[in-house]
């Protein structure tokens, strides 16, 4: 298994651009999730999906869009690039058995920078 | 607004000690407590979860819960210079009504001097 993959590892946008990060997972889990993580802070939930076809906001959803086609991918994307959105980007997979006893599994991120 | 609080440190611990991290929550009704661990540009990886009020013991780990106190803390035994990270703190929470989802610490970073 190749767990969670997340493309690209690097990304440098201008203001304004827009960007769609990729995360896949080949574990079957049902749910799967979008942090960002900035300098020296924790990491702060962007959107969740609880199921194919089925999306929610976190903590700091606004400037991101999601959508969940499939049980494997789960793309977020930026619109209109701003530098706050500058930070990095995880995406992590739980099974949603027992939710909140699950493991998140985390990819090994894309760091992003809007100049 | 929910939240988990840690020492950021640095917590600087000579090689062979107990380092002892610590962290608490806002949230009485959490049910969940995580410990990751993330080295300097990498992803968090877990380390410990605890359920229940008391101990739980995982190699030379230790995670301890009191609920009514909201707290929740790591001990690691015999620090090895490969211990230094930063360790996150996680507590379940309820976003949306999932009760999956984690709101993290700001993490402690940990340094362990051979």
């Known amino acids: 298994n190749a767990g969670v993959t997340q493309t690209p590892k690097f990304r440098i946008l201008k203001i304004g651009q827009s960007m769609t990060l990729q995360c896949a997972q080949d574990?079957?889990?049902?749910?799967m999730y979008w942090y960002r993580q900035d300098p020296g802070m924790g990491l702060k939930l962007i959107y969740y999906s609880v199921g194919a076809g089925i999306t929610d906001k976190g903590e700091v959803p606004n400037g991101y869009n999601v959508s969940r086609s499939t049980t494997e991918d789960f793309p977020l994307r930026l619109e209109l690039a701003a530098p706050s959105q500058t930070s990095v980007y995880f995406c992590?997979?739980?099974?949603?058995?027992?939710?909140?006893?699950?493991?998140?599994?985390f990819g090994p991120g894309t760091r992003l920078t809007v100049l | 607004q929910k939240e988990v609080e840690q020492n950021s440190g640095p917590l600087s611990v000579p090689e062979g000690a107990i380092a002892s991290l610590n962290c608490t929550y806002s949230?009485?009704?959490?049910?969940?407590f995580f410990w990751y661990r993330q080295y300097s540009g990498k992803s968090p990886e877990l380390i410990m979860s605890?359920?229940?009020?008391g101990d739980k013991e995982d190699g030379r780990f230790t995670a301890q819960l009191n609920k009514a106190s909201q707290y929740v803390s790591l001990l690691i035994r015999d620090s090895q210079p490969s211990d230094s990270a930063t360790y996150l703190c996680a507590v379940n929470s309820r976003y949306g009504g999932s009760q999956g989802n984690l709101i993290f610490g700001k993490g402690t970073k940990l340094s362990v001097k051979p």
């Open positions: 574990m079957n889990h049902n749910y």
């Open positions: 949230d009485r009704v959490s049910q969940s």
């Open positions: 992590a997979s739980s099974t949603g058995t027992v939710v909140f006893t699950d493991t998140q599994y």
């Open positions: 605890i359920y229940s009020n």
